[in-house]
């Protein structure tokens, strides 16, 4: 399953010296000019799991398949741009195809860098990012609610719209708004660029990372710490030119304890609500993404939408009884693996073995 992340921000923020950083590529220019990426980037990145590397070893796998996140590099947005200034609004509908979205929002001084505004405010750039959203949505709401647009549309998601069109309308807090009264589902049926899931990522230069600045201290007070990362693109982009042990002296040498790759990750999951179960055998151990209280026949539709339709049972260990016990033959020897049916609800770090009819 996996999930699509959008790095989306003003132009000069950072984004491609992230996007190369997360990706670790150069496939994204970073040049010091506005709008130097015109097309969105993307980059399929393996989601690191240490468990995955202990099944491989267990199970004596010939293959180890990590689950995968992948990064969009989408290109900067100005003030106007849903009224196509800059670049236009065509940026604007890269941004519906991911499942979330990373504010990247510049938190340094530099005289080197060009600034699109005339100084360095983080609160001021998220809101222009986020005014353009609205006003694409509200554009998208109102050709939706037309009469002859509107017989197409279910009466809940003519709730929702008029509900959406009443929060932009009058300065609501639609994000909380429609999460209160509305499911994640319906909401993402609906497809507004303003209630998709977000974290927010403070670049901040190689002094600030550990504490922060002045920048990130007021954008926390506004915006609050529980999705926002502090990332310095330029030093995940040094991390990442360097070999195993050169990257674990030069992590402990700037006091950092995680790649920004990894706290993104674990950021991702929390906010989308996923988890990761897994196969392992003698050909490959692989790591699957799926939805919190997700069924065993549904994570078994992740693998092959065959095993979801004949789904007879789930073969399960937990990950920590598969390691203690030395695989699935020991497992099952010791009583530690149990035959669970369709309404058997998969939990994180489940290994999974599933039966079906063909």
Not at 116 to 136: C, F, G, H, S, Y
Not at 314 to 338: D, Q
Request: glycine letters at 6%.
């Amino acid at each position: 399953m996996g999930f699509k992340c959008g790095i989306v921000g003003l132009p000069n923020v950072g984004k491609s010296t992230l996007f190369n950083a997360l990706t670790n590529s150069s496939k994204a220019q970073a040049e010091n000019f506005p709008f130097c990426t015109i097309d969105p980037n993307i980059g399929i990145v393996p989601v690191p799991d240490i468990r995955l590397d202990k099944l491989v070893s267990v199970s004596n796998s010939k293959k180890r398949i990590n689950t995968t996140i992948s990064f969009v590099d989408i290109a900067g947005l100005v003030k106007g741009a849903s009224k196509g200034e800059g670049l236009g609004n065509k940026f604007l509908s890269h941004i519906r195809e991911v499942d979330a979205i990373i504010h990247m929002i510049r938190c340094f001084d530099s005289e080197n860098i060009q600034n699109v505004n005339p100084n360095i405010d983080p609160i001021r750039d998220l809101e222009i990012i986020e005014t353009e959203m609205k006003l694409a949505d509200l554009e998208s709401i109102q050709k939706r609610l037309d009469k002859k647009n509107k017989k197409n549309s279910s009466e809940n998601e003519i709730n929702i719209l008029e509900t959406a069109l009443d929060c932009i309308s009058n300065d609501k807090n639609m994000d909380e708004i429609l999460h209160k009264n509305y499911s994640k589902k319906e909401l993402q049926q609906i497809g507004l660029l303003s209630t998709k899931p977000k974290l927010y990522v403070c670049n901040v230069d190689e002094k600030s990372i550990a504490i922060g600045n002045k920048y990130t201290d007021s954008f926390n007070n506004k915006f609050g710490e529980k999705n926002t990362i502090l990332i310095s693109a330029e030093i995940e982009n040094q991390i990442n030119q360097l070999e195993n042990e050169e990257k674990t002296n030069y992590m402990k040498m700037i006091n950092l304890k995680e790649t920004g790759l990894n706290i993104l990750i674990k950021k991702g999951y929390q906010l989308l609500e996923l988890e990761t179960f897994f196969t392992s055998g003698l050909e490959e151990s692989r790591a699957w993404t799926i939805p919190i209280n997700c069924t065993a026949p549904k994570a078994a539709g992740i693998i092959h939408t065959d095993f979801e339709k004949g789904f007879i049972r789930a073969e399960t260990v937990s990950y920590e009884e598969f390691i203690k016990n030395n695989g699935w033959l020991n497992s099952k020897n010791n009583g530690k693996m149990r035959l669970e049916g369709k309404d058997y609800i998969v939990k994180d770090g489940d290994v999974l073995n599933f039966r079906f009819n063909t």
